[in-house]
C-alpha cells in the first residue's frame, strides 16, 4: 500500500460533476475491481453514492480522488490520480460538446500554456482569446480552435481550469497534450487514431532514420514525414532528438488541414519553433523552398486487400525515394504483402521490387506481427529502410545486387527479432535461400543435405584410445589355438 499522500483542494470546480463505478474506480487507483467493493465495505469513510445505474452504484469521482489522495489507498500516486480523474472528466464532457471539438479545444489551450508560460485559469476567457489572437497571428494552428468553441463565455474558463490542473498532473504542457492524445480513443476520437502505429513502431521508425546522430554530425538536418496525419511520427522524431542542442527543420505534407493544425500544436508543445518547421496543407512536400530532406518517414495509408495493389505500392515507394538526396534514408511502413512476400513470378511488380535490389535500394526489411495498427488488428505491415545510393560506392560496388536482410519479429515480444536472419531473394522477398550457384562443384567427402541447403563434412570415426600394457587382453583358452603363427612362420603355399 502506498505512503499516505497529502491531501489537496478540489482539483476541479463545483460545476462539473463526475459519476464514477466500481470498474473506473479501479482504473483510478489501479487495482482490481474486488478491491474497491472491499474498500466500500470495510471502511466507513468511503464516499456514499449519489446514484445509480440500474443496481450499480455511482460516486462523485471527485470524492473518490479526495479519498485516495488523503488515505494513500492504491497503487497509483497523486499525479496519475489527478491526470485519470481529469480525463475521465473530459471523457465526461462529451455529453455537451462534440469530440473531436473537444480535443481540438484543450490542446489549443495546452499549446497556449506553454508558448505563454503562465496559468490560464486566472485569465478572463476574452484576455485568452486576446492572446492567442497575438501568439497566433497567421491563425495556423491554436486561434480558430478557440474562437470558434461554441458556448464559450461559460465553457471556456471550464475547460481552461480542466487544462492548467492536466498540466499539474503532467508536471509540463508537452506532456499533458501528450496524455491527452493517448487517451484520443476514451475521448470518442477514433478517427484520430484509425492510421496510427502502436507508439513502440513509431519510436522504433525514428531511431532506425538515425536523425540523432545526423543531427550532431551535420548542421541544419532536414527530417520529411508524409501522411503525418495526427503528428504521432513527428513527435517520435522530436523525441529522438530531444537531448540536441539544435532542433532539426521538419518538413510534412497533409490533405486535411485540421490534422495539419493538430500536428503544428504538438510540436510547438515540445519545443519546435514555427520557423522550424514547414507543415504543408497538401500532398506535396515544399521541396522547392527547402533542399531534399536528409530523413523521410513514411506510413503508407491503409487499403483493404480487395483494391490494395502491390505495384501501387511499389510505385508510391519509387516515387519517394526520388526525394532522397546523397546518402539519405527512408523509413516506411506498408503492407508486408507488397513489401516482402512472394509476388507472381515476371510480373510488373515483381520486376519493379528487384529493380530496387539491383539499384542497392533497400538496405533491409522487417516484416511486423499483426496489431501494429490497433483498429486493423489483422493487417500484417513490413519496414522497408531505402538508402540513396551514392555514386562512388555504386561504382566500386561489383558482382550481383546484395541480398538485404529480412528479420520477423520474436513471437513472446514484437520488439524483438529471432536468431535466424534470413536473406532476401531477388524474385520474391520471403526469406527463401539463395539457389546453389552453378561454379559450386561438390567435392570428394562431401554431401548436400537437401532440407538445409548446405555442405555437411562426413564425420570421423572416433579415435580408439590405446590400453595400458598391463592391462592388454590375452586370448582366452578357446581362442589360443586360433591364434595365428607369427609373420616369420607363414608360408605360401
Not at 73 to 84: H, L, M, P, Y
Not at 151 to 167: C, F, I, K, M
Not at 219 to 236: C, I, N, Q
Not at 469 to 488: F, Y
Request: hydrophobic share 40%.
Amino acid at each position: 500500500m502506498a505512503g499516505t499522500r497529502e491531501a489537496t483542494a478540489p482539483i476541479l470546480p463545483e460545476e462539473i460533476f463526475w459519476r464514477i463505478s466500481y470498474a473506473e474506480i479501479g482504473t483510478l487507483a489501479q487495482v482490481q475491481r474486488p478491491v474497491v467493493t472491499t474498500w466500500a465495505r470495510r471502511h466507513a469513510d468511503f464516499p456514499e453514492p449519489v446514484a445509480y445505474e440500474g443496481a450499480s452504484p455511482l460516486f462523485d469521482g471527485c470524492e473518490v480522488a479526495e479519498w485516495l489522495l488523503s488515505t494513500g489507498r492504491g497503487n497509483a500516486d497523486a499525479g496519475q490520480i489527478r491526470a485519470e480523474l481529469v480525463l475521465h472528466t473530459l471523457s465526461a464532457w462529451r455529453r455537451a460538446i462534440p469530440a473531436r471539438t473537444l480535443v481540438d479545444t484543450v490542446t489549443a489551450l495546452l499549446c497556449l500554456r506553454q508558448l505563454l508560460d503562465e496559468p490560464l485559469s486566472e485569465l478572463p476567457w476574452c484576455t485568452i482569446l486576446e492572446r492567442a489572437a497575438e501568439t497566433d497571428f497567421e491563425d495556423t494552428y491554436l486561434h480558430k480552435e478557440l474562437r470558434d468553441l461554441p458556448d464559450a463565455e461559460r465553457q471556456g474558463p471550464l475547460l481552461a481550469v480542466l487544462a492548467d490542473h492536466l498540466t499539474e498532473a503532467a508536471y509540463t504542457p508537452a506532456d499533458a497534450l501528450e496524455r491527452v492524445m493517448d487517451a484520443r480513443r476514451r475521448l470518442g476520437c477514433d478517427d484520430l487514431a484509425a492510421d496510427e502505429p502502436i507508439p513502440l513502431v513509431s519510436r522504433a521508425m525514428a531511431r532506425l532514420t538515425g536523425l540523432a546522430r545526423l543531427n550532431e554530425r551535420e548542421e541544419g538536418a532536414t527530417a520529411a514525414v508524409l501522411y503525418p496525419r495526427s503528428g504521432d511520427l513527428l513527435v517520435a522524431l522530436r523525441d529522438s532528438v530531444s537531448d540536441a542542442e539544435d532542433s532539426p527543420f521538419f518538413l510534412s505534407a497533409d490533405p486535411m488541414p485540421d490534422l495539419a493544425r493538430l500536428a503544428r500544436r504538438r510540436l510547438m508543445a515540445q519545443g519546435v519553433q514555427e520557423f522550424e518547421m514547414d507543415l504543408a496543407d497538401g500532398e506535396e512536400l515544399a521541396t522547392t523552398d527547402w533542399e531534399n530532406p536528409h530523413v523521410i518517414v513514411c506510413c503508407l495509408p491503409y487499403e483493404a486487400a480487395e483494391a490494395r495493389s502491390p505495384l501501387a505500392v511499389l510505385q508510391s515507394l519509387q516515387d519517394l525515394t526520388d526525394l532522397l538526396a546523397e546518402d539519405r534514408t527512408a523509413v516506411v511502413l506498408g503492407p508486408a504483402d507488397a513489401l516482402v512476400r512472394p509476388l507472381p513470378a515476371r510480373g510488373e511488380a515483381d520486376r519493379l521490387r528487384r529493380d530496387f535490389l539491383e539499384q542497392h535500394l533497400l538496405k533491409a526489411a522487417i516484416s511486423l506481427s499483426e496489431g501494429v495498427l490497433p483498429f486493423r488488428p489483422a493487417h500484417r505491415t513490413a519496414i522497408w529502410i531505402d538508402p540513396a545510393p551514392h555514386p562512388r560506392r555504386q561504382a566500386h560496388w561489383p558482382g550481383p545486387p546484395c541480398r538485404p536482410l529480412l528479420t520477423h519479429p520474436h513471437p513472446a515480444d514484437p520488439g524483438r527479432t529471432s536468431r535466424g536472419h534470413r536473406h532476401l531473394s531477388r524474385r520474391g522477398l520471403a526469406g527463401r535461400q539463395p539457389p546453389r550457384t552453378a561454379q559450386r562443384r561438390r567435392r570428394p567427402g562431401h554431401r548436400a543435405d537437401q532440407r538445409t541447403r548446405c555442405r555437411v563434412h562426413p564425420a570421423a570415426p572416433p579415435a580408439r584410445r590405446p590400453l595400458h600394457p598391463h592391462r592388454r587382453r590375452t586370448p582366452g583358452p578357446h581362442l589360443r589355438d586360433r591364434t595365428p603363427p607369427p609373420a616369420a612362420d607363414r608360408r605360401h603355399p
